[in-house]
Every structure is written in structure tokens, then in C-alpha cells.
């Protein structure tokens, strides 16, 4: 992971991922954390690593 990597927004990891909001939130409610998408809690805000993401997706964790 690049160390200047910055964060990005449920809109922004959104739009990378091509998905909705919505689906950004069901993703993050997931009881189990490894199907829960790697996300950091700042306040009220989601930020996201776009690295952490893809690899997220990669290895199965959007799968229902």
C-alpha cells in the first residue's frame, strides 16, 4: 500500500467499486468481519483505502 494513499469517501469508494451508497452501507452493517468491507470510522464519516478495498474484493468479501 502506498504510503501516500489517500482516503476516500463512501461516494468516492462508491463510484471505484461502480456500486451505490446503499450497497457501500449493507457492506459495512456485515456482522462478520471478514465480509465487512475495510473501513475506518473518523466521527461520523467512512474513509475508505481504495488498496484495502480491492483486495477486500478480491479475495471474496462482497460475496453474499
Known amino acids: 500500500m502506498a504510503e501516500s494513499e489517500r482516503w476516500l469517501s463512501v ?4 463510484a471505484h467499486l461502480g456500486v451505490s ?4 452501507y449493507r457492506w459495512l452493517e456485515k ?3 471478514k465480509r465487512r468491507i475495510p473501513a475506518n470510522r473518523i466521527g ?3 474513509k475508505f483505502k481504495a488498496s484495502e478495498v480491492d483486495e477486500w474484493m ?7
Open 11 to 14: 461516494e468516492e469508494i462508491a
Open 21 to 24: 451508497k446503499e450497497t457501500i
Open 31 to 33: 456482522k462478520d468481519e
Open 44 to 46: 461520523r464519516l467512512w
Open 58 to 64: 478480491k479475495s471474496g468479501g462482497a460475496e453474499e
